[in-house]
C-alpha cells in the first residue's frame, strides 16, 4: 500500500510539477478569445474569400494550409487557391503543370519557385492538381515591384509593355500611406529618411494580389489565398484593395503570430484578424 501511494504521488508531481503541457499552436479570435479549430472552421466555409496569412519560414502555418484546404475540399466547398509565391507571368507553366501538360523537372525550370517550395508549398499544390481545384499565381513579377522601388514608384510601371501590363494591378494604382501598416514599415526602414517607394513597392504586390483574386473569383465557392501575414494583416493591404476595387464578397482572414507564451494572445495581436494562429516562438524554422 505505501508502494503505491509513493508511486501515485511520485506521478502525479511528474505530471504537474514538472512536465508542461506543450501545444504546436492555439487559435484565437479577433477579440482574443481562445477558439477551437472546429468553431473557426464553421465561420471560414461561410465566406466568399480566405487571406490565409502565414509566416513563410513556419511549418505549423503551412499544414494548418494543408488541412483547412482539404477540409473545405472535403466538404463540397468549390475551391480556387490563389498564392502570393507565384507571379503572374509563371500562370501559363503553372497551368501547364496543373493540367500534366509538363513534367515536375519542366515545372521547376521554367516557373521562378521560391527557397523553400518543396518542404512547404509543394504538398498542397499537389494536393489541388490532384483534387483538380484550380491555382492562381497572383503576385506581381518581382522584377516590376522592385521597379517601383529604385525607379520611381508607380510611374516607373507606365514603361511596361502592354503585355507586361497584364501581369500587374491596372494602372494608375490607388495609394494610402496613411494606412496603419504601410506607416509602420516605413518607420521600420528608417522613417521620415526612409524612401517612401519601398512601401509602394509592397502597395503593388497587395495591389495585383487583390486584383488577380477578384478576377478569378467564382459565383459559388471560396478563393482561399496564400499570402505573407503582413500582407492582410489588421484588414489592410490585399484586404484594403479588395474592398477599394469594389469588392463585395464576404472575407474571413487568418494571421499568424508568434509568442513565447500561447497561453494568452498579446494585446498587439488583438484585432488583427478574424482568426489568429498563435504558435510558440521556439517552434522549428523550415529556413
Not at 69 to 87: C, D
Not at 89 to 100: A, K, P
Request: with cysteine; proline share 4%; glycine share 4%.
Amino acid at each position: 500500500m505505501k508502494y503505491l501511494y509513493f508511486l501515485l504521488s511520485f506521478l502525479f508531481l511528474t505530471n504537474f510539477s514538472y512536465g508542461k503541457k506543450k501545444d504546436a499552436y492555439q487559435l484565437y479570435n479577433a477579440k482574443a478569445k481562445k477558439v477551437s479549430f472546429k468553431k473557426a472552421f464553421k465561420k471560414m466555409q461561410k465566406s466568399d474569400i480566405i487571406l490565409f496569412g502565414e509566416f513563410h519560414n513556419n511549418p505549423i502555418a503551412h499544414w494548418l494550409q494543408y488541412e483547412v484546404t482539404k477540409e473545405l475540399n472535403e466538404a463540397g466547398i468549390p475551391l480556387v487557391i490563389g498564392a502570393e509565391m507565384f507571379e503572374r507571368d509563371n500562370q501559363e507553366s503553372l497551368q501547364q503543370f496543373m493540367n500534366g501538360e509538363i513534367t515536375d523537372e519542366e515545372f521547376r525550370e521554367k516557373v521562378r519557385l521560391w527557397s523553400n517550395y518543396t518542404t512547404d508549398y509543394e504538398p498542397l499544390l499537389l494536393y489541388a492538381k490532384s483534387q483538380n481545384i484550380p491555382y492562381v499565381a497572383t503576385n506581381i513579377p518581382r522584377r516590376y515591384a522592385s521597379k517601383v522601388f529604385k525607379e520611381g514608384g508607380f510611374e516607373a510601371l507606365e514603361k511596361l509593355t502592354d503585355e507586361e501590363k497584364l501581369w500587374i494591378a491596372p494602372l494608375p494604382v490607388p495609394f494610402d500611406i496613411e494606412l496603419p501598416t504601410y506607416k509602420n514599415m516605413l518607420q521600420m526602414m528608417g522613417g521620415e529618411h526612409a524612401n517612401p517607394d519601398i512601401v509602394k513597392a509592397q502597395a503593388i504586390k497587395d495591389a495585383t494580389m487583390a486584383h488577380f483574386i477578384l478576377k478569378h473569383l467564382k459565383e459559388s465557392g471560396i478563393f482561399l489565398h496564400l499570402n505573407g501575414s503582413y500582407h492582410s494583416n489588421f484588414y489592410e493591404g490585399i484586404y484594403w484593395y479588395l474592398e477599394t476595387y469594389g469588392n463585395t464578397h464576404s472575407i474571413f482572414t487568418i494571421a499568424t503570430v508568434e509568442q513565447e507564451d500561447i497561453s494568452s494572445l498579446e494585446d498587439e495581436y488583438k484585432g488583427i484578424a478574424d482568426l489568429i494562429i498563435c504558435i510558440p516562438a521556439t517552434m522549428t524554422k523550415t529556413y
